[in-house]
């Protein structure tokens, strides 16, 4: 009986390994991507990285969800573009932000003021002692301009979509723009009601961005793409939007709307899935339409 308790306890021993060796494989393994000749985009477990190369250093959006990551971020981006003269968050999730205390305190990172909000209210134990010192420290409501000697980042603001306090960074001269979480490049997108997400608002949002002289846009998630491809990113949630108003009129159960949902713009769309943490997949973002229109949500409130 011992002899086979104590195989039992081998082989948990052993698969607990091979997933924490696959684990930690996934978080150290990135990706670059060449976008133009001064803008790159790394690719890991967690949101898009955008990098640009100005003559003075490097501009980074974005840091992923580990310290481990963050440094990896600021070795590659040191090699691609100098040392980082700025961070950018997109919005306050941990898979955009837990990367930002690899890089030196009191380094000038930019942020909406929601967003800085959202940090500390919602994530403030990661924040706390040697972390603090790269929180956002300069914080906008609707714009900001970026200038460091050839290169302008604008940052802006354009609505509610995935939450109230999301901005997209704007690479004027390489017609390149970051969206964060704004856009999931053929992957369902996560809604966060509780952070001021809104299905209903976020086509407008879009609609703002789309007004840009832009070639070519990096998604939170997802692969670099086009106006085209956020165009479609667009119609998807424009479907969604037209959900949610039927609900709004009819009243619908969320299992009505679950089997009666007109729904086909996330064809090809894949999942993202976190095993018992988090699933977006289309069920996910039909219950989430759901939740809008019939108010079922507990919003954040910011003090």
């Not at 809104?198 to 086009?226: N, Q």
């Amino acid at each position: 009986m011992r002899r086979i308790v104590g195989a039992v306890f081998a082989v948990l021993a052993l698969v607990a390994s091979i997933a924490a060796i696959y684990g930690y494989l996934k978080v150290v393994t990135l990706d670059v991507e060449r976008v133009t000749d001064d803008v790159h985009v790394i690719y890991g477990l967690g949101g898009n990285v955008g990098v640009l190369r100005t003559k003075l250093g490097a501009v980074i959006v974005d840091t992923m969800s580990f310290r481990l990551q963050g440094r990896q971020i600021r070795e590659r981006a040191e090699r691609l573009a100098g040392p980082t003269q700025a961070i950018v968050n997109t919005h306050y999730h941990l898979d955009h932000t837990h990367g930002n205390p690899a890089f030196a305190s009191g380094m000038r990172v930019l942020s909406t003021q929601r967003t800085r909000a959202y940090l500390g209210a919602l994530d403030a134990s990661y924040w706390m002692g040697d972390a603090s010192g790269t929180l956002p420290n300069e914080t906008f409501e609707q714009d900001y301009e970026l200038r460091l000697e050839d290169k302008t980042v604008r940052l802006l603001h354009p609505g509610r979509g995935h939450t109230d306090g999301d901005l997209v960074a704007y690479f004027v001269e390489d017609r390149v723009v970051h969206m964060g979480d704004l856009f999931f490049n053929r992957r369902y997108p996560n809604i966060d009601l509780e952070a001021g997400g809104s299905v209903r608002e976020w086509v407008a949002s879009i609609d703002r961005v789309l007004e840009l002289d832009f070639d070519t846009v990096i998604p939170g998630h997802g692969p670099v793409t086009d106006r085209e491809g956020l165009r479609a990113f667009r119609h998807f949630m424009q479907q969604l939007a037209a959900i949610g108003e039927e609900v709004a009129r009819t009243g619908r159960t969320l299992e009505e709307t679950l089997a009666r949902a007109r729904l086909d713009a996330d064809a090809g769309y894949q999942v993202i899935a976190i095993p018992f943490v988090m699933r977006l997949d289309r069920e996910f973002v039909i219950r989430r339409t759901w939740e809008e229109a019939t108010g079922r949500f507990e919003r954040v409130v910011l003090r």
